[in-house]
């Protein structure tokens, strides 16, 4: 595992900007596709804003690939909750990224077609080629996708009940907590471990905790951030304070010159 520790949230999301942008460049110049995992939440938006500037300054998306994480369920993609709404608004509709290479689970999904949904969202990233990078936040719990603790390392993209830890920090944007949905679509760790290469970030004193637990505690299904240590390609990308918890000897300081 890389730890990355950055002066502050601009310069890691700037750094994880151009780690994607130097893939992108690298596919575009051969004329192939890069694909890539999304996170949403407020741990990636400095990243998509980066990436707006990157892809305005000339690297062109049209031959990225995206996969989302999650979506709460049921949800309308109209809702200004829907973590498709959050995509378009955050990165999707600033980028020339085409539209028919944008896939986030469905949270419209009738309840009866959901697992036929998951199984078509698990063979749409293989017929790809699989996820070049996964970008990644981590829950308070450490939950990674919306996969909670208690799930296990093979779990595929499926319809998940969400914990009242990962309910009660969504409060901030739903507004009150019984508007929080109960469920939502993510994918599996096992698909999120079969990517190339993994970045996780965070940010801020409350993640401090967590963070240690799960670079430096024992596997464990109890934390599923844990599980990134099984994988042989992970960056994790997080602030001094993020960091603040940590083994010093585990962790390379960058310097920030990025910004
Ligand atoms: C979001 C996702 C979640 C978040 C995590 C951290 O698509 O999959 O795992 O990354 O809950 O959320 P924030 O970034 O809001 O602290």
Redesign the pocket.
């Known amino acids: 595992m890389e730890v990355l520790v950055f002066e502050n949230k601009e310069s890691g999301s700037l750094y994880a900007a151009q780690v994607i942008a130097n893939k992108v460049l690298m596919n575009n110049s051969v004329n192939e596709e890069t694909v890539l995992g999304?996170?949403?939440?407020?741990?990636?938006t400095d990243m998509y804003k980066a990436l707006i500037e990157i892809n305005k300054s000339g690297v062109s998306f049209s031959r990225i690939i995206t996969y989302?994480?999650?979506e709460y369920y049921p949800m309308k993609k109209s809702s200004p909750h829907s973590?498709h709404y959050y995509m378009y608004d955050h990165f999707f509709q600033h980028v020339d990224i085409h539209e028919e290479n944008i896939f986030i689970p469905n949270g419209e999904n009738k309840n009866e077609d959901l697992s036929k949904f998951c199984e078509e969202y698990e063979l749409s990233i293989r017929r790809n080629g699989g996820i070049d990078i996964q970008v990644?936040?981590?829950?308070?719990n450490g939950?990674?996708?919306?996969n909670e603790p208690g799930f296990s390392m093979d779990s595929l993209t499926q319809k998940v009940t969400l914990s009242d830890t990962?309910r009660t920090?969504a409060v901030k944007y739903f507004g009150k907590k019984e508007e929080v949905p109960f469920q939502a679509i993510?994918m599996g760790i096992s698909t999120i471990l079969s990517a190339d290469h993994i970045m996780m970030m965070?940010w801020g004193n409350e993640?401090a905790e967590i963070v240690k637990e799960s670079i430096e505690g024992q596997l464990s299904k109890d934390v599923p951030g844990t599980y990134l240590q099984t994988h042989k390609n992970v960056t994790i990308i997080l602030d001094a304070e993020s960091a603040s918890k940590l083994d010093n000897d585990r962790i390379s300081l960058i310097e920030s010159k990025l910004s």
Request: proline share 4%; glycine share 16%.
């Open positions: 999304l996170a949403t939440g407020s741990t990636p989302n994480l999650d973590y990644l936040g981590l829950g308070l939950h990674i996708g919306f990962t920090a993510s965070a993640k």
